[in-house]
């Protein structure tokens, strides 16, 4: 199927993008996926999901990183699934450690209060291993250094509808840096100083915030206080040149050394959408209609009819999440960007 004969959904002609020409090339970019050797079986199906609908047609590679060395067995069975190339990556231990700076008791006290609060992961030091990893490292990895560009991809997720268009191409005609499908809010318990920690960096660095930035998508009062909306980073299509400039670097820097992964349970969702937020001009940054997406425990699916029978979507309308008007924060990102919203999805 030619791109230029799709019909696009509401959301790409108001956004007045372009679908890229499949003319054979590639981009620089590549999936990245996290995971451990035990998310092997969860793994598959997500994998699986995404060369189905999408890369079956364009053979990008695939890396993997890990904090253990992979097994020969989570290789010989990935590397059977991806029809790009597979690369297998071993994390540094300064990537996935806790640095010399954290209080380790003032970190475990902090994490005996979260289970008190029965706060998901509130008592994993994995887990903020993870998100530190996600914020601040994974650019960084070896593997990932001659891309441009890069889509996450996590165990247990679902594509519903076919992708007919070169999503990374797209990226680059379209000058996009930061693409995703679900938003929603985070726990608050996670994040208590995440934004008091930001509006101090902006303070100092005032440079490093764009002139058209979309702050009113995760503030609704000018940036006095953070709304709690943040894009579900399980699925991010990005560009890895955008985390590793200057802006993100200092931001990162300076959140790690205020100990919030440890002492708190910051995300790297409400972090990397708060970065994407203000340093970015908010013309790079990208709704994704059309794809239908699941994640545990939420679904997306395209409200538009056409749209879902175009691209073979099997995912049921009626589980979509995406124009919730509340908890999801779909409409408060096409109200900061000052779009319309699809037909049938009231302006309530
Ligand atoms: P959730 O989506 O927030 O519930 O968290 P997940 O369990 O899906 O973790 C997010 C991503 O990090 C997934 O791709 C996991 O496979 C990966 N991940 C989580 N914990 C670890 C870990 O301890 N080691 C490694 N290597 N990967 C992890
Ligand atoms: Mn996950």
Known sequence: IDPKTLEKPHADKVQKVQYPENDGTREKATFVTLAR??????????IRHVEDRFNRRFHYDWVFLNDKP??????????ALV??????????????SVPSWIDEDRA??????MVAQDIIYGDSVPYRHMCRFESGFFFQ??????????????PEIRFFCDIHYDVFKFMKENKKKYGFILSLSEYEATIPTLWDTTKQFMKENPGFVNKNNLLDFVSNDKGETYNMCHFWSNFEVGSLEFWR??????YFNYLDKSG?????????????????ALFLDKSELHFFDGFGYYH????????EENIRLQNQCTCNPEDDVTWYDYYFCTRKYFEAQKLSFPPGVNSA
């Not at 400039?245 to 200092?250: K, V, W």
């Open 260 to 276: 919030g992964f440890f002492y708190e349970r910051w995300g790297d969702a409400p972090v990397h959408s708060i970065a994407a």
């Open 141 to 154: 990895h070896e593997l990932l250094k001659d891309y441009e560009y890069y889509w996450r991809v996590e």
């Open 245 to 250: 400039s200057e802006a993100y670097q200092a």
């Open 108 to 113: 475990a006290e902090s994490r005996a209060k």
């Open 296 to 303: 545990p425990d939420f679904y997306s699916c395209p409200v």
């Open 83 to 96: 029809s790009g190339e597979t690369k297998y990556g071993l994390i540094p231990e300064e990537h996935w």
């Open 37 to 46: 050797n035990s998310d092997l079986w969860d793994l598959v199906g997500s």
């Open 70 to 79: 992979f097994t020969e067995e989570f290789k010989r069975v990935t590397s």
